[in-house]
């Protein structure tokens, strides 16, 4: 079937669930659909591990009762089972509670306007042509290098989805999307010293996906250079987090100014707005509409289109990030972030990978976080880390089972440098960070 | 009724799969030489009830079901699943998944003939639906009651938060001899988050619980308000914490959830897959050394009412009390099927997967260590200077460095053998396959935990439970900022 028709199809299944639940007796509804196939092919020392066929679908409504809430879901699609949700959900409804701030969004928050986003690239690979590129990237790797001495193998995943939803202000669109990727993980043995890492490529469109060979040779290297990683005796350093690393740091970063956090006064920005929370030369900035990008969408979970719009710029919190509910919540307007952030960027700075590694100097590069570790609420940050020493901006030797704390508060405030070594593959667009200080501990 | 009967009942009759279509379906599996192949039914009921702000915010009600089937060859796996539970659907997948036999030659035909006889496992809970345990309103009144009860407690309160989760889930696996084996599993789980207020400064304190059982968990020996009551004190004790301590020092960890060293340190390092692959720390140690002699260590799936506990694993194997060390020597590894058939050893009854939609692969059920001779205080005052983490939140492994972390939610500096002050949450991290030979002394008290854990692995999640009794490490790496 072709994608529009299909989508059709479906908005017409989402529209009967909104009628359904209007029906039962719902003063307002909102109804999402969707459905994904996908491949997953992996292979180890050579051969074929698993193939994995992936089919899912789901629906999920939420029902009004005025200002009371209910919600329910489904992997059921039969005409019997969306009754029955529509009804499981009504049926909540009756027992939760009146909430002012409860409800849709405002009719003219929602998205008017969708742009093809070339987000659906459905890669005909096949069963075969996915074993050939994963061996291929296998073999790049293990043939690397003799101290490359096993593996986890290398696998290809291709994904094609749609998704559809409606809510009874009339709002009802659906688009297909992709997601590709390869992947390649190995051990290296170097005495008693055995270590393993791993490189992946994702995108929309299989033709940017790095080549089978770089993505091998990257997990071989990044493998071997953590042979025989040692501690560090417990210090206090500048800290370099590789782009990998960082977006977890910022990712920490939109947890603190997300409503949810934020109007539970559980976050360590509150009352941040229009205060300086990064040094001058930051800017942060949503892009919701980059074409083929993973972040990318034309209206949020709640149907809101996001905005392209500055979060953070010289160095001041310009935004919160927030969700129909938050934002009511906090007397504020949604932002279009029902769902999370849309290729959340941070401007590059002038200095590559070398170049950000001078601009440390002596200090700590991570390249590794392990653990939960942060307390939202105060900023308190304690993480395991692994890494390399680096001295004169030239990497001395590996490091590991060593900690880096600090509080984030602090952290987002003593940024030095942001590289422009940016790694696209997520939602969180960064180059490596510099922090000017932190405690490390090891032994 | 008979489990069996339930699962079919639950999942196979609303489906219209009889037990011939299951015997076509096996029969499309075995028309290729495949070792093993297996039929996974699932249906899954969960729901949710959050109050927040003092009102029921929030309620949902899922239902998840589908069935996944797989074919083995050698190490090779073919898997597919579907929502769908119709004959044409699994038929299609049988004949996608087979094709991991790629020889091309088809097997004799072999009839798979589906037996009926009840199987007869010991049974570690009940097999009614928790969910219809209490009315609605009756779990509304209970969310109140404990919101209620926990915000009495101080003044310097700001928030409550209280959430109430059941599932009811059935699961029936048909097996390439034709067997059909079958489990009704429950699990209920409650938590209760509270953010205070001092002077400007916040935090927060969270506890909870559960297990496999139904919502009378929580009202039996008001364990709900118990739940409140811990969480306001750990928010409280944070209010007066200090900066956490930076380096290396004698750690004492605290009875209970604390056992999540053991989960990360050691369980999954010892997972029979990491080890069939040489790819974890402890491959090929089994024999040796890895803990002090007074270690002994099990993974124990037999718990009556655990959240970790299983009757049978998602495989069809009952599940064990598998000793893992055994006074500071390596015994074994947990084991699935596939796993346990190339290592040439049994399998343990650790084959799980989070649902339909995902493989099975060894796991965890519940972890710990047995009890030794020392009085917890004993422990405590043998500590001139260290630290005593008594609570814990979430952990990570990497099981071929070794290297593990977790991160402490609640901690005190010990001072000439005296618990002194309260220091900030801050990440213990170590090397798994030595931190167990520097244990020198085992508290008596071995607890388990409330019911809270999760432990993901490859993508998926699985209910785990941990435990220990107070145990002294002389030597871990502890994450503060005071240097």
Known sequence: ?443 | MEILNLARQAILMPAGIQDGDIEKIMGRLLSSPVDAADIYFQSSHFESWVMEGGIIKEGSHNIEQGAGVRAVFGEKTGFAYSDRIELPVLLEAANNVKAIVRQGQEADPLHCKVSTKPIDWPKYYATQNPLKSLADQQKIDLLHRVENETRKLDSRIEEVIVSLIGVHEHILVARQDGSLVADVRPLVRMNVTVIVEQDGQREQGSMGGGGRSDYSYFIDRDTALEYGREAVRQALVNLEAVEAPAGNMTVVLGSGWPGILLHEAIGHGLEGDFNRKGTSAFSGRVGERVASDLCTVVDDGTLAGRRGSLTIDDEGTPTEKTVLIENGILKGYMQDQLNARLMGVSPTGNGRRESYAHLPMPRMTNTYMLPGQHDPEEIIKSVKKGLYAKNFGGGQVDITSGKFVFSASEAYLIEDGKITRAVKGATLIGNGPDVLTKVSMVGSDLKLDSGVGTCGKDGQSVPVGVGQPTLKIDGLTVGGTSV
């Open chain 1, 1 to 443: 079937m072709q994608n529009h028709e299909h989508i059709n199809h479906l908005k017409n299944i989402v529209q009967d669930i909104l009628d359904e639940a209007a029906k039962q007796g719902a003063s307002a509804a909102e109804a999402g659909l969707s459905q994904e196939n996908g491949l997953s092919v992996s292979v180890r020392l050579g051969d074929v591990e698993t193939i994995e066929h992936h089919c899912d679908q789901g629906l999920g409504v939420t029902v009004y009762f005025g200002q009371r809430k209910g919600s329910a879901s489904t992997t059921d699609l039969s005409i019997a089972s969306i009754k029955e949700t529509v009804g499981a959900a009504c049926s909540i409804a009756r027992y939760t509670s009146e909430d002012k701030y409860a409800g849709l969004p405002e009719k003219e928050l929602l998205a008017t306007e969708f742009p093809d986003l070339d987000l659906n690239h459905p890669w005909d690979i096949g069963v075969d042509g996915a074993i050939v590129l994963a061996i291929e990237c296998e073999d790049a790797a293990r043939s690397y290098h003799q101290e490359i001495s096993n593996s986890e193998g290398a696998s290809v995943d291709t994904h094609q989805g749609i998704r559809v939803m409606g809510n009874s202000l009339g709002f009802l669109q659906g688009y297909a999307s992709t997601r590709h990727s390869l992947s390649c993980s190995v051990l290296a043995q170097r005495g008693d010293s055995m270590q393993r890492d791993y490189w992946y490529t994702v995108a929309r469109n299989a033709r940017d996906l790095e080549s089978a060979v770089e993505v091998g040779k990257k997990a071989a290297e990044r493998t071997l250079r953590r042979l025989q990683a040692r501690s560090l005796s417990t210090r206090q350093c500048p800290v370099l987090y590789c782009a990998e690393t960082a977006s977890g740091l910022l990712g920490s970063f939109v947890g603190a100014i997300s409503g949810g956090n934020l109007y539970r006064k559980s976050s360590f920005l509150l009352d941040a707005l229009d205060k300086q929370v990064f040094p001058e030369f930051i800017r942060i900035h949503e892009q919701p509409y980059l074409k083929g990008a993973l972040g990318s969408c034309a209206y949020d979970g709640e149907g809101v289109a996001p905005q392209t719009r500055d979060i953070v710029s010289e160095g001041i919190l310009r935004g919160y990030v927030l969700s129909t509910y938050s934002a009511r919540k906090l007397g504020m307007r949604s932002t279009g972030n029902a769902g999370g952030v849309h290729n959340l960027t941070i401007d590059p700075g002038k200095l590559d990978y070398q170049g950000m590694l001078k601009e440390l100097n002596t200090g700590l590069l991570i390249t590794e976080l392990m653990g939960q570790g942060v307390n939202m609420v105060t900023g308190d940050y304690s993480r395991g880390a692994a890494g390399f020493w680096v001295e004169n901006g030239v990497i001395q030797f590996p490091v590991e089972e060593i900690t880096i704390a600090g509080n984030l508060k602090d952290m987002l405030k003593n940024i030095v440098a942001v590289g422009n070594d940016v790694d696209y593959r997520g939602n969180i667009r960064t180059g490596s960070i510099l922090v000017e200080r932190m405690s490390i501990a090891g032994e």
